[in-house]
């Protein structure tokens, strides 16, 4: 019975062998460019859309307008605010004309400014300070559709509302 166990296992050795053969190393063939990395396209692939839309393309077009010129930088105090912009926060008036001040507060200011008949906005200049208005004379070139356009703009003190 010894002898069937042996001649068995040598048996069953000898056809692993045969079944299993050990693989002999094989130089590996050397390729003329290096490995694409993984998610990359190769170079002959194209995309056959069959009348399919891109997912991520907007369908939506934007328009194509002239871009716009980026607004200059403004100075700083009183010369970098527009009359757009100005609020009258108020009036200080004295008998001679020349010493009225008006008190305008612009957004993104720290502190009001105070200015005099003849300062200069960014866009104007103080053309009269009265009591309950304050003239501004523009300075930038009437629109060209409309070169009769008012040249000057007078703000109330306390404007009603609507105004």
Do not use: C, W
Not at 39 to 63: H, Q
């Amino acid at each position: 019975m010894r002898r069937v166990l042996v001649f068995s296992a040598v048996l069953a050795f000898g056809a692993s062998l045969a079944v299993f053969p050990q693989a002999q190393s094989q130089p590996t063939p050397a390729s003329p460019e290096d490995p694409l990395p993984v998610l990359t396209v190769p170079k002959d692939f194209r995309y056959n859309a069959r009348g399919r839309r891109d997912p991520f393309v907007n369908p939506v077009p934007k328009p194509k307008g002239i871009a716009a010129a980026p607004a200059p930088l403004r100075p700083p105090g009183l010369k970098g605010v527009a009359v757009r912009e100005a609020l009258i926060a108020g009036v200080v008036t004295s008998k001679v004309p020349s010493m009225n001040v008006v008190i305008i507060s612009a957004p993104g200011a720290k502190a009001p400014y105070f200015a005099h008949v003849g300062d200069q906005l960014y866009d104007a200049v103080v053309k009269s300070i009265k009591l309950d208005t304050v003239t501004f004379a523009l300075t930038t070139p009437p629109p060209a559709d409309d070169p009769k356009a008012p040249r000057e703009i007078v703000r109330k003190v306390r404007p009603k509302s609507g105004e």
